[in-house]
C-alpha cells in the first residue's frame, strides 16, 4: 500500500479536521499515513499522541517545507512511491467540483500511467475551475508547475531542493530534468486554503525570502523559468513551455 506524508507545523487542529479526516473517510489505515512534525512545535505531544492511533510520527529540528522535503526523500526508500498532502486538505474534487469518490481508484489511475511513462513526480490542477480545466487534456506530460497541496512522488535521493520557499517550482524544474515529463491531472483538484496561518511552508515566509528563492530558481535554471512581479508587489515565477521528452 502507498504510504500517505504530511509535514505539518504548528497546525495540531487543521491536520485532524482536515487531512486526517479527508483520509480516514477514504478508508485510507492509519499505519500507512507519517507526518512529519518539529520539535520546536508547541503542540508537539498532541502530534506524538497520534502514534496511539496508529500513526506514524517522525519528530526533527529540521525547519522549512524545502529542507522537510530532503529529510522525507532520505527517509523512504528509493524508488518508492508516495502521496504528499498539505495538512490542511479538506477534500479532490473534479472539474464540476465533485468529490471523489475513491481516492484509491483514482491513485491506482495515476501511479499506473506513472510507472508505465516513467514518471517520477505527479500532482493536481491548481485551482478549481471547470472552465480552465476543461480547455485541458485530462493528463499532460510536459512542464507544468504543480502545487503541493497533494502530489505523487517517487522517492529519488538524487532531487536535493536548495529553496524553502519555491520548493512546488523548485520540484517541477528538477523532476522535469531527470525524467524529461512530470504528470499534471487537470481534471482533479485539492481544496485547502492558501497561505494559511501557520505551516511549514509559512515558517520564515516573506515577501523577501520568497523573492530571494524566486531569484535564486530565475538565476539557476533561466532555460525553464523567468521571473516577474505581480500586481500585488509579489514576485513570481513563470515556468516556460517544454513538451515531455519520450
Known amino acids: 500500500m502507498i504510504k500517505f506524508v504530511i509535514p505539518s507545523f504548528k497546525r495540531y487542529h487543521e491536520l485532524k479536521?482536515?487531512?486526517?479526516?479527508?483520509?480516514?473517510?477514504?478508508?485510507?489505515?492509519?499505519?500507512?499515513?507519517?507526518?512529519?512534525?518539529?520539535?520546536?512545535?508547541?503542540?508537539?505531544?498532541?502530534?506524538?499522541?497520534l502514534r496511539e492511533e496508529g500513526y506514524n510520527v517522525i519528530t526533527t529540528d529540521v525547519k522549512g517545507i524545502g529542507l522537510t522535503h530532503n529529510l522525507i526523500t532520505e527517509y523512504f526508500e528509493e524508488n518508492e512511491f508516495i502521496v504528499e498532502l498539505d495538512d490542511d486538505l479538506i477534500d479532490i474534487v473534479d472539474k464540476e467540483r465533485n468529490s471523489i469518490e475513491s481516492l484509491s481508484d483514482k491513485l491506482d489511475e495515476i501511479l499506473s500511467i506513472?510507472?508505465?511513462?516513467?514518471?517520477?513526480?505527479?500532482?493536481?490542477?491548481?485551482?478549481?475551475?471547470?472552465?480552465?480545466?476543461?480547455?485541458?487534456?485530462?493528463?499532460?506530460?510536459?512542464?507544468?508547475?504543480?502545487l503541493g497541496i497533494f502530489r505523487i512522488r517517487r522517492i529519488c535521493k538524487d532531487i536535493v531542493l536548495e529553496t524553502?520557499?519555491?520548493?512546488?517550482?523548485?520540484?517541477?524544474?528538477?523532476?522535469?530534468?531527470?525524467?524529461?515529463?512530470?504528470?499534471?491531472?487537470?481534471?482533479?483538484?485539492?481544496?485547502?486554503?492558501?497561505?494559511?496561518?501557520?505551516?511549514?511552508?509559512?515558517?520564515?515566509?516573506?515577501?523577501?525570502?520568497?523573492?530571494?528563492?524566486?531569484?535564486?530558481?530565475?538565476?539557476?535554471?533561466?532555460?525553464?523559468?523567468?521571473?516577474?512581479?505581480?500586481?500585488?508587489?509579489?514576485?513570481?515565477?513563470?515556468?516556460?513551455h517544454y513538451k515531455s521528452k519520450k
Open 17 to 49: 479536521l482536515k487531512s486526517l479526516t479527508f483520509l480516514n473517510s477514504h478508508k485510507i489505515l492509519n499505519k500507512n499515513i507519517f507526518i512529519f512534525c518539529r520539535n520546536d512545535d508547541e503542540s508537539l505531544s498532541l502530534y506524538v499522541s
Open 114 to 146: 506513472m510507472r508505465h511513462e516513467n514518471i517520477s513526480y505527479g500532482g493536481l490542477y491548481q485551482v478549481a475551475n471547470n472552465l480552465f480545466m476543461s480547455a485541458c487534456q485530462e493528463y499532460t506530460t510536459d512542464l507544468r508547475y504543480l
Open 164 to 240: 524553502n520557499f519555491s520548493e512546488d517550482f523548485e520540484n517541477s524544474i528538477l523532476h522535469y530534468i531527470r525524467d524529461g515529463k512530470i504528470l499534471k491531472c487537470n481534471w482533479l483538484c485539492g481544496k485547502t486554503k492558501n497561505y494559511a496561518s501557520g505551516g511549514c511552508n509559512g515558517d520564515g515566509r516573506n515577501i523577501e525570502t520568497e523573492k530571494n528563492d524566486k531569484v535564486f530558481l530565475s538565476e539557476k535554471y533561466p532555460q525553464y523559468c523567468r521571473l516577474f512581479q505581480r500586481k500585488n508587489q509579489r514576485w513570481d515565477l513563470r515556468l516556460k
